[in-house]
């Protein structure tokens, strides 16, 4: 279904920001949302921290 691959596209871009997310040296957010396929920040924000339950930010620095 239409609903079921965009939601394993939205996974994949999660698990994609995961990644670049935790890599060294750090990459800008804004960054990672884009390289991700994100929309916008915005869209990346509310996205990842319903996801995850923290800002990409605060996973970052929870070294997760």
Partial sequence: SR?????QA??????ESRRL???KPPRPIADV???CGFGSLA???????????L???????AGL
């Fill in 43 to 53: 869209t990346f924000y509310r996205i990842f921290s319903a996801s995850e339950g």
């Fill in 3 to 7: 609903k079921a691959d965009t939601c």
């Fill in 55 to 61: 800002t990409p930010g605060e996973y970052r620095a």
């Fill in 21 to 23: 997310l935790s890599e």
């Fill in 10 to 15: 939205t996974a994949q871009r999660l698990s």
């Fill in 33 to 35: 949302a884009l390289t």
